[in-house]
C-alpha cells in the first residue's frame, strides 16, 4: 500500500493522468451501448452510463465521468452530476432490475454539482430517491470509487451489495478544503482537516465502509483492467448465488453496520 498522506492521496486522486469511469468501461467490458436522457430534463454529460458485457453476460454500467481535458471536463461538467444525471442513473438501474442485469458504478466526483438551475430542479430530491432505490434494487449491485468519492453526490451511486476503491482514492462527505474552511476558517489547513476526515481508501476499510482496496502498481495498465475484471466477475457470481431475499437482507444490515459502536459501563 501507498505511504503517501491522506492530502497527498487527495491530490492524487483528483489528478487528470487518471483512468476516468470511460476508460474502464472500454477496458473491463464489450458492446457497450451508451443510453441518454433522464426522460424529464436533458442529458447530464457527467454521468455515462448504458448496456454493455462483462465476459460476455449482459450487464448495466453508470458511470461519473469528469474528462481529461479542460474542454471534455467542461462537457462532462467536471465530474458533477447535475439532478438529471442521477435520474438518468436512476431510469438505467431500474432498466437493469427489468431485464435482471447486475449493475456496475463507478465513482468519481468531487460532490454534486452545486448551482441554483440543480437547487430548482431537485438536486437533494434526485440523490434521497436513488438512495432509496438503490436499497431495495433486485439486482446485484458493485460500487468502485476510481477517484474521488465526494458527499452525497457519490453516495448516491455507492448503495450497493459491495463497495471498492482504487488505493489512492478518497470517499468523503465534505473536501478537506471545505473541512477546514468550516472548522478552522482557513482552507490552508486542508492537510490536517484530511487526516482527520479518515477519508482514505485504508481508513473506509477499517471503518467498514468499503469491502477492498484495489492496488494500483499497475493502474491503467492492460493487467490492472485484467485483474480488476476478474475481481469483479467472480464477485458477481457470488452474489448471483444468493437468493434475493437473502441479497437485499444482506444489504441493508451492511449499511445497518457502518457507524456502530459499543459502549462500556464504568
Known amino acids: 500500500m501507498s505511504s503517501n498522506t491522506a492530502y497527498e492521496k487527495v491530490k492524487i486522486a483528483r489528478s487528470n493522468k487518471r483512468p476516468t469511469a470511460v476508460d474502464y468501461i472500454d477496458h473491463l467490458l464489450t458492446d457497450f451501448i451508451e443510453l441518454h436522457g433522464d426522460r424529464r430534463f436533458s442529458d447530464d454529460g457527467a454521468i455515462v452510463g448504458g448496456i454493455a458485457r462483462l465476459n460476455g453476460r449482459p450487464i448495466t454500467v453508470v458511470g461519473i465521468e469528469k474528462g481529461r481535458n479542460t474542454k471534455e471536463r467542461m462537457q462532462h461538467s467536471f465530474g458533477s452530476p447535475n439532478p438529471e444525471g442521477y435520474r ?10 427489468k431485464f435482471h442485469r447486475p449493475l456496475l458504478c463507478l465513482v468519481d466526483t468531487s460532490g ?37 468519492g465526494g458527499s452525497g453526490g457519490a453516495l448516491a451511486l455507492c448503495v450497493a451489495d459491495r463497495v471498492w476503491m482504487l488505493e489512492n482514492a478518497i470517499y468523503s462527505v465534505i473536501s478537506p478544503e471545505g473541512c477546514a474552511s468550516i472548522l478552522w476558517k482557513d482552507s490552508a489547513k486542508a492537510a490536517e482537516a484530511a487526516e482527520n476526515l479518515k477519508l482514505t481508501a485504508q481508513d473506509s476499510l477499517s471503518n467498514g465502509l468499503i469491502e477492498k ?9 492492460e493487467t490492472f483492467y485484467e485483474s480488476l475484471k476478474n475481481q469483479l466477475i467472480s464477485e458477481y457470481e457470488i452474489l448471483a448465488g444468493l437468493e434475493l431475499p437473502d441479497l437485499l437482507e444482506q444489504r441493508y444490515q451492511r449499511f445497518r453496520r457502518i457507524g456502530c459502536f459499543e459502549t462500556i459501563d464504568e
Open 88 to 97: 438518468k442513473a436512476l431510469r438505467l438501474m431500474k432498466q437493469a432490475e
Open 213 to 221: 482496496v484495489i492496488p494500483e502498481e499497475t493502474l491503467g495498465e
Open 112 to 148: 454534486a454539482y452545486c448551482g441554483i438551475g440543480a437547487e430548482e430542479r431537485g438536486q437533494g430530491q434526485a440523490i434521497a430517491e436513488n438512495l432509496m432505490e438503490m436499497m431495495t434494487l433486485k439486482v446485484p449491485v458493485i460500487s468502485i470509487v476510481i477517484g474521488e
